[in-house]
């Protein structure tokens, strides 16, 4: 399972990003199927990849018991330091330094697996969804998030780069350059759902998260109230096609039957 890049010199600028209104679109949005999907707390939840903290502490302050996992030590000293100024979620959160190739959890099973924002720098996303799926107890959850293959060169035409979204779009790729300047690949919903079908989960109906704001730069600051009006507006489109075929990312969500064993 080999990386198409390092963590560790990402971190500033995913922090930047996830404090800025577009990035909170996307972890808003995310959180909100989560909770919904998740079973009243205290449920154990997995967080692979967890980068700054950001999901690991939104679900520990639902009151679910939360293991971040980050291969990166800088990525995992940012969440530390956030959980340090949140102590009423401290016994509710754990910090491991860990990769996809090198989960320490062989005997466990959590009632979700989160794995956001990873795949994307991954060659292909066969092992790590296999990898993932065993983790997910009977009745539990695996949440990916991932770059939407339809949508390459959709941003850059927003933006008005019509030069590389024209050779994206005309070359059918299956990568480009994302938000923090690194090279990222794209997977569409349906593979995601085949391959986690193909061990024994049950997929749910996928989400696209952030249609009409990708393209926006991080210095859109709308007011609270468009704001909320923004993300509205995304939850309601998120559902549905053609608006979700065109997402930066895909949300996918799959359930293991109660009566399953990993």
């Known amino acids: 399972m080999e990386a198409l890049n390092g963590f560790d010199?990402?971190?500033?600028?995913?922090?930047?990003?996830s404090g800025s209104a577009r990035g909170?679109?996307?972890?808003?949005?995310?959180?909100?199927?989560?909770?919904?999907?998740?079973?009243?707390p205290p449920a154990t939840v997995l967080d692979v990849g967890c980068g700054n903290g950001e999901m690991t502490l939104r679900l520990a302050a639902a009151g679910h018991r939360v293991t971040g996992v980050d291969p990166s030590a800088r990525m995992l000293a940012a969440a530390a330091d956030r959980l340090a100024t949140r102590p009423e979620l401290a016994d509710r959160v754990r910090l491991v330094d860990a990769g996809l190739d090198s989960l320490p959890f062989d005997d466990d099973r959590f009632d979700a697996v989160c794995c956001h924002g990873v795949l994307m720098y991954l060659d292909e996303p066969d092992e790590a969804i296999a990898r993932l799926a065993g983790l997910v107890a009977?009745?539990?959850?695996l949440s990916v998030l991932a770059k939407n293959r339809r949508s390459i060169?959709?941003?850059?035409?927003?933006?008005?780069?019509?030069?590389t979204a024209r050779r994206l779009i005309g070359s059918g790729a299956d990568r480009s350059v994302g938000n923090l300047g690194r090279e990222t690949r794209g997977d569409t919903a349906e593979a995601l759902d085949r391959l986690s079908a193909g061990h024994g989960l049950t997929p749910l109906p996928w989400q696209g998260v952030r249609i009409f704001h990708d393209h926006?730069?991080?210095?859109?600051?709308?007011?609270?109230?468009?704001?909320?009006?923004?993300l509205e507006v995304e939850w309601a489109a998120s559902w549905r096609s053609?608006?979700?075929?065109v997402s930066h990312l895909v949300h996918t969500l799959a359930r293991r039957p109660e009566r399953s064993r990993a």
């Not at 053609?242 to 075929?245: A, M, Q, S, T």
């Open 24 to 40: 909170r679109l996307r972890h808003d949005l995310v959180e909100r199927r989560l909770l919904a999907e998740l079973p009243s």
């Open 9 to 17: 010199t990402v971190g500033a600028a995913y922090a930047a990003h």
């Open 242 to 245: 053609p608006y979700r075929d």
């Open 138 to 141: 009977p009745g539990g959850l």
């Open 153 to 163: 060169g959709v941003r850059e035409a927003l933006a008005g780069d019509y030069a």
């Open 216 to 230: 926006l730069d991080d210095a859109w600051a709308p007011e609270p109230a468009a704001y909320a009006a923004a």
